[in-house]
């Protein structure tokens, strides 16, 4: 689920953090690191289960309309198509979801997160999207597989009003959602049929590599800051580095650790990835400042073979 970008910004957050701290050491900053991924996962898991929440909500809302003095004939014979959705049920009952909740204590029970669901339900059962959903004669796994992506697009990923309720419970989860948890959900609920439940997602692709890469990349800039502020300096005679935009510094530290310490990473990749992180997480001028100071480092590193890479085409 998580690829070689989002680790990289999740190390320049982590970067920043300890940068900016007069206590921060090595080995808590790394253990920060981490337990910042295991977030990561615990979004994941907690934006799956928003869906039992999202039936639960609606069958309340039909055994009331039942319970009413007068009741409609729509009340007494409502149509239960959304709450005998084939993919929703498949994650009521998955029972390695059901365990990862469990091991990482997710619930959706506290006040604000009831609040959120019966708001999101109000907001679902007017749309265009579930109004023909719910009246259409076509009646399958795939259409009902297509209105809870639809749903999780709408109402989850692209909604305003959840962006913030996220930002209260973690500041980092809009943008964890965005960059890696939507893309891992939409391919979960993708990955169901008829006769295969949805098949959750491994939080790295290599565990062991992914883990050394973002750890490595956190150690390499912290114990060779010196040297690398050095090389910035120098590439910037009329500023002050302290002048420079904070984060721009730490993109090209974390750069210029990458090119002279990850000896498989082409230079060509590593140079377009911070350039990339930085249009989102620094000022609009950065690509151009970055780009310029690490092109003109880089022009040095190969005269002076300071920089080493172990395949063929690596250092272009």
Known sequence: MLNRRYLRIQAMQALYGFFQSESADVPSGERDLMRSIDKTYELYIYLLLIFEELVRVASNSIEIGKEKHLPT??????NLR???????AQLLNHKKLKREAAIHKITWQSDDELSLTRKMWEKLKVSDEYKTYMSSDIDSFARDQELVINI???????DEAFEQFLEEKNMHWPGDLNMAVAPGIIRTLESANETREPVLAPLFKDPEEDKQFILELFRKTIIYNDRCEKLISDKTKNWEVDRIAVMDVILMKMAISEL???SSIPVKVTLNEYIEISKTYSTPKSKQFINGILDKIVIDFKKDGT???SGRGLME
């Open 307 to 309: 920089m080493q890479k």
């Open 260 to 262: 002279l310490h990850f």
């Open 82 to 88: 959304f709450v005998n959705n084939k993919l929703i």
């Open 73 to 78: 004939p729509e009340e007494l014979r409502p």
């Open 152 to 158: 999780f697009k709408t109402f989850i990923a692209d």
